[in-house]
């Protein structure tokens, strides 16, 4: 960009004269020369006092000239357009330095005059029209990246707009994994060949100008090995229930119909890292009425089909099992949609990672009946009758039940079904041997037979405990439990 642009001296005038200048942001100076009849020249400098060019994005920016006349040469300096306000300045006739403040710009440019010249005399004036520039940087107007995995072909298209018409940006691309690149186009796409978190810096800029966006971008390129389970407390991230205790975009208020919440899942409070690329949850809807479903998938900035979680098309309370793909990040967040007005609790059991020593593996089972609590179900002990009365917890050993599941297990894969002798609150399976956790795995408050698959955590002995608020009986099956490799 130039630092200085010198007008030729207009002469001496007899009549009125007009200039043109244009004003933006930036380094550098503008002199301006121009001669009153009967006077010495006066010079009139316009200075950006900005010490390297920052690119204009708000606010206000600040110019001044130095006029130098003699006392003989009585002249003054106003401007016609609001936005262009002399703040400050000498009396006509004197010299000294007048400033002036230009506004913030608009996307389009826009004009003003600012007469120079001799106090009441339009033959003795030169007026410069003033064009300010308008707001030029351009923007990047994607958000995210969508998570790539390691040795697939990868493409997303990144988008930018400016407010200057524009054909075309130039493209540039720094940091990021080995195989992607950024075509003049502007499409990212390649074949990551590292796994991992990288920083992908991109820039769009104006051709020919210095006008030019930047953003950066995380990018989770997962693992072309299989993830690894990894388990965790029982916890509740959302609850949208007034006084739930929950808050932002984890608590209040209901989700209403055809809405949207983003979950920052890693932000919870329940210990999820930003490594894990999937999550093991529960979730229950309270729906005000009929919810026609209730879908749940990774943010991401491209189209997704829509799916569905679970549905409560007669306005009943159902839990339902979920095993849902982490977005990218830095949130690694999900987006829940509700169909109809409803209260949403979601709680974690665990997620999946990229592997490591704590990390386990998933080994199926023939499905098999552990437990079952009604009358001639033909188990006993821990694993029969007789049914579980309201507010009591049974601890279940699985490794010492009929299926055979070995004591290297550290979760298992069950489906858990209630038979209530009446309305049945909340269900809740945990690692036994720790303390109850305020999380459900099931719900049936019209007394009816309930299901919901859990991937549960072993607790002391590998036994899990189950707590029923209400009177019921309860059906456990397994079919497949996760341990450590080999």
Excluded at 465 to 484: E, H, K, L, Q, R
């Amino acid at each position: 960009m130039r630092t200085h642009r010198q007008l030729r001296p207009l002469g001496r005038v007899t009549s009125w004269v007009a200039a043109m200048l244009l004003l933006s942001a930036g380094v550098g100076s503008v002199s301006l020369l121009s001669q009153v009849p009967g006077c010495s020249a006066e010079a009139f400098t316009f200075l950006y006092p900005n010490p390297a060019y920052v690119p204009y994005i708000g606010g206000n920016f600040i110019t001044g000239w130095m006029k130098s006349v003699f006392s003989n040469c009585p002249s003054q300096a106003v401007s016609t357009a609001s936005w262009i306000i002399v703040t400050s300045g000498p009396s006509p006739g004197s010299s000294g330095t007048a400033f002036y403040t230009v506004q913030p710009g608009m996307a389009e440019p826009r004009i003003g005059i600012i007469q120079v010249g001799s106090v009441g005399s339009i033959a003795d004036r030169t007026d410069y029209t003033v064009i300010q520039a308008g707001v030029r940087d351009p923007v990047i107007t994607t958000q995210l990246l969508p998570t790539a995995r390691q040795g697939v072909p990868y493409s997303v298209q990144i988008a930018a707009a400016s407010p200057v018409p524009s054909g075309s940006f130039l493209w540039g691309l720094t940091g990021g994994p080995a195989g992607l690149a950024l075509s003049p186009s502007g499409l990212l796409s390649g074949t990551p060949f590292q796994s991992g978190f990288f920083t992908v810096n991109i820039t769009a800029a104006l051709p020919g100008s210095i006008y030019r966006a930047s953003r950066s971008f995380g990018l989770k390129v997962v693992s072309s090995s299989p993830s690894m389970f990894f388990k965790t407390t029982p916890c509740r991230v959302m609850d949208t229930r007034a006084g739930s205790g929950k808050t932002g975009d984890f608590g209040p208020p209901s989700l209403l119909a055809g809405s949207f919440r983003f979950l920052p899942i890693p932000n919870s409070g329940c210990g999820v890292p930003s490594s894990a690329v999937a999550y093991s949850l529960n979730v229950t809807v309270v729906p005000k009425g009929p919810l026609g479903y209730l879908s749940i998938w990774p943010v991401d900035d491209v189209p997704v089909e829509r799916t569905s979680t679970l549905n409560s098309l007669d306005g009943a309370i159902v839990a339902n099992a979920a095993i849902v793909p982490a977005g990218p990040p830095p949130f690694n967040g999900l987006v829940v949609f509700a169909s109809d007005e409803t209260d949403v609790i979601i709680d974690i059991n665990g997620y999946f990672g990229p592997p490591d020593l704590q990390g386990l593996v998933f080994y199926p089972v023939r499905p098999c009946r552990l437990a079952d609590t009604r009358v001639g179900s033909g188990h006993t002990g821990a694993f029969g009758p007789p049914s579980l009365t309201a507010g009591t917890t049974r601890e279940v050993p699985v490794p010492d039940g009929p299926c055979r599941i070995p004591t290297t297990a550290q979760a298992y894969a069950l489906n858990l079904t209630v038979v209530p002798a009446g309305p049945l609150g909340y269900l809740s399976a945990w690692p036994a041997g720790q303390p109850r956790p305020l999380v459900s795995t099931l719900n049936s408050l019209d007394g009816r037979v309930v299901a919901n698959a859990a991937i549960t955590v072993a607790g002391a002995n590998g036994a899990i405990s189950i707590y029923a608020s209400d009177t019921t009986d309860v059906v456990i099956d397994v079919n497949g439990y996760f341990a450590p490799p080999g």
